[in-house]
């Protein structure tokens, strides 16, 4: 994501992405990569996201393990250095904002919580893919570097990169898979 025409937009698609299934779904995002810029820095950034959140409606209340989970992972993430963290001025489990600039992969919290981390390019982030991510929601101003973005990431085993705001959109092939496949017996006639 890069502050520019359409920043909003993609703040909003990614909004909407994460509230949908409430992040329980495999294709919904968990994770934010954003390369270095000179835009917009890696805090303001983390605060566009949080003010977004801040004006979804409000929804009903987690269960006990997964406040229990977002509270601890929000403890833990303020007492290191070099990280950040915005959440509800009520102190709630409504949404979480944690950034940093280490990249790696962070344990899913769910449940309208985000990790946005910035790295120096987007190759950094080529090697942290596996065949068990599912969905990539992309927003480069740059579509010639969004198309080699997406090629490296589904050869690293990716299933799907998409723009931002259709990662929940269902589509055949599924987890790069025909989902009428294993319900059909393939037979070949040759004459």
Known sequence: LEQAEGFGEAVAALTRDMVAFDQRACSSPQMLFVEKNERIGLEELAQDI???LARLPVKPDNEAFTTLEILNTRAEWAMREGRGVLSPTDHSTQWTVLWDR???LKTAVQSRTLFVTEVDSWR????LLSPKTQTIGMAFLDPHQGR???RQATLAGAARCV???LMNVHESP???KFLAHQLVRWVTLKE
Not at 124 to 127: A, D, R
């Open 163 to 165: 723009r931002l705001g």
């Open 124 to 127: 950094t982030v080529i090697p």
């Open 174 to 176: 599924w987890d790069g």
């Open 50 to 52: 949080a003010s977004a």
């Open 102 to 104: 280490e990249p790696g």
């Open 148 to 150: 080699a973005f997406a």
